[in-house]
């Protein structure tokens, strides 16, 4: 690796983490208010919510990657060009594959990346997610009961807490339970804690009372105890019943989804698609790294042309991955068309090496210099 090389690598890299640290942030702040209601309705912990948003992170990566490396590459470049830099490094006899290798590299190792969190990081925190998810809307039972307010658990059974402390401890607890129409009853303790036992979830309550009304002869009945065990387990869904995302799936269940019995056939493709999606879209930042070279390195650098030659790959860049996102759609009704996300994929990396290696600049001279030689 020559000076230039690592010159420009070390821009590129340092460049690349600050973008997609930013990226990262503005993406993981909005999608993040979609989560504020756990904290709000269901009393999650503040780490707890940070913790969910962190796993959402390889999902929004594998976006991000790509575009930061071509948002770097055309800012680093045309820097190189505005400080005539470029020009240098030509005139000193640098090929187009030297002046482009240190972006090539780059873009060498955010493929590698990008594999590396499709195939393994997605799925694995995607499942993580949607477990802690699933957790705490099911299984988390101290959440259920909100202080300073009538918690229903089920039909016909109600829960008052007035307090409940940091170590668990539940103060101030009503309980009513009017599933029985003719034997309606209330509980109340002054203290209690929440247990969760093989057999469901329960209230251990002290120093209470129970209290009952004969519906024959209205008459008050009261029980008072020291202790009672009252169960507020209710029938929620097990692990077993939650659905499993394509993207919580690894790459081999995906591509044998016709086997698994939990989805439907008109569902398999797009959890087929989602397979392929994994396979071809790292691709995408060689692909985007090239299209910023071809448009910057391949012409001459005049300043005059540079703004037209970042609006150009600009538009191929958008261009290239509104075909990917269109082709993926398509492909998940017809599945016929899942070799043509391959050649979207392709297509553009070797399009754009091509014309960067073979400028239209060096083949006009090298015509006019045949032309000479053949006059």
């Known amino acids: ?12 890299i340092v460049g690349m983490i600050f973008v997609t640290a930013g990226f990262t942030c503005i993406i993981w702040l909005t999608q993040s208010l979609r989560l504020v209601e756990l904290i709000v309705n269901r009393g999650v912990s503040a780490g707890t919510f940070i913790y969910l948003t962190m796993l959402m992170l390889p999902n929004f990566l594998t976006v991000i990657l790509p575009i930061a490396l071509f948002c770097v590459v055309v800012f680093i470049y045309a ?31 955010t493929v590698i990346l990008g594999y590396f969190l499709n195939l393994y990081l997605l799925p694995e925190s995607y499942r993580m997610f949607r477990q802690m998810q699933w957790d ?36 101030g607890i009503l309980y009513y339970d009017e599933r029985n129409p003719n034997k309606p009853f209330t509980i109340m303790a002054s203290r209690g804690a929440l247990v969760e036992t093989k057999n469901g979830t329960r209230v251990v309550m002290f120093k209470g009372n129970r209290q009952t009304v004969d519906p024959t ?47 439907p056939p008109k569902d398999h493709g797009k959890f087929i698609i989602e397979a392929h999606k994994r396979i071809v879209s790292p691709l995408s930042a060689l692909a985007l790294t090239l299209i910023a070279l071809a448009c910057l390195i391949s012409g001459s650098f005049s300043r005059r042309t540079q703004t037209r030659q970042v609006l150009l790959s600009i538009f191929l860049m958008i261009a290239v991955l509104i075909s990917a996102l269109s082709l ?38 090298k015509s006019r210099h045949r032309q ?3 006059g």
């Open 372 to 374: 000479r030689e053949a």
């Open 328 to 365: 993926e759609n398509l492909a998940a009704r017809n599945l016929k068309l899942t070799p043509a996300m391959y050649v979207n994929a392709v297509i553009p990396i070797l399009a754009a090496f091509w014309f960067m290696m073979w400028p239209p600049r060096r083949r006009i001279g």
């Open 217 to 263: 002869t209205n008459k008050l009945s009261i029980l008072y105890f020291d202790r009672h065990d009252l169960d507020i387990s209710t029938n929620r869904p097990t692990d077993q019943d939650r659905h499993r995302e394509a993207r919580e799936r690894t790459l081999d269940d995906l591509l044998n989804i016709r086997n698994s019995t939990d989805i």
């Open 79 to 109: 820097k190189l060009i505005m400080d005539r830099e470029l020009v240098v490094m030509r005139a000193a006899g640098l090929s187009q594959y030297a002046l482009a290798k240190p972006a090539l590299l780059v873009a060498l190792v």
């Open 136 to 171: 705490i809307r099911y299984n988390y039972s101290h959440i259920l009961l909100k202080e300073g307010a009538f918690n229903n658990l089920s039909q016909g059974r109600t829960v008052y807490v007035r307090e409940r402390t940091n170590d668990g401890q539940l103060h």
């Open 1 to 12: 690796m020559n000076g230039f090389t690592r010159y420009v690598f070390r821009q590129l």
